[in-house]
């Protein structure tokens, strides 16, 4: 693989988790935006939230985009919102490989439940809002993948491996 390999989807879609599995199969470095964005400012994204709202950090996540398109070929998990801004759907497309990690509601509701850094989901009712996300990204997810994987009924070491083979066969063939 040439390229950045982005996996992308909702929180708690598993990117991070399948990412760094994938990442070590493939012989790749691994990257999370999420993590780059707060490295470089020194506050995490909560803080970024309060202090320069959710555009302030699109912009921010913009950018770590932009150089993570530029560097080595590695995987990369994005964040859950990268999709919203076309810019960043156009680039996803032109400069890297992207995998769509699919997840259900109820999955997706489960697994965030236990964090508590996730701004979006500091509401009285994080599973409708979970949902409200769903239905606003998963047109832009499906834009712009190039592979689609369901993570609702694999570990995530299972779910790394089919991604992995996927790759493989997309590549290969």
């Given at each position: 693989m040439s390229q950045p390999i982005f996996l992308v989807g909702p929180m708690g879609a598993g990117k991070s988790t399948i990412g760094k599995l994938l990442a070590t199969?493939?012989?790749?470095?691994?990257?999370?935006?999420?993590?780059?964005?707060?490295?470089?400012?020194?506050?995490?994204?909560?803080?970024?939230?309060?202090?320069?709202?959710?555009?302030?950090?699109?912009?921010?996540?913009?950018?770590?985009?932009?150089?993570?398109?530029?560097?080595?070929?590695?995987?990369?998990?994005?964040?859950?919102?990268?999709?919203?801004?076309?810019?960043?759907r156009?680039?996803?497309?032109?400069?890297?490989?992207?995998?769509?990690l699919r997840a259900g509601l109820d999955q997706l509701v489960e697994r965030t439940s236990k964090s508590n850094n996730r701004p979006l989901l500091r509401v009285a009712d994080p599973r409708t809002k979970l949902q409200e996300i769903l239905q606003q990204r998963e047109p832009f997810y499906t834009e712009v993948a190039d592979l689609v994987c369901d993570t609702d009924h694999c570990?995530?070491?299972?779910?790394?491996?089919?991604?992995?083979?996927?790759?493989?066969?997309?590549?290969?063939?």
């Open positions: 199969q493939l012989g790749l470095p691994f990257a999370d935006s999420d993590k780059v964005l707060e490295d470089r400012t020194g506050a995490d994204i909560p803080w970024i939230f309060d202090v320069e709202g959710e555009a302030g950090f699109r912009r921010r996540e913009s950018e770590v985009l932009r150089d993570l398109c530029s560097g080595a070929p590695q995987v990369v998990a994005t964040g859950g919102g990268i999709v919203l801004l076309p810019e960043n156009v680039l996803l497309k032109q400069q890297g490989f992207v995998v769509y570990s995530p070491r299972q779910a790394a491996q089919l991604v992995a083979d996927r790759l493989f066969a997309e590549t290969s063939g």
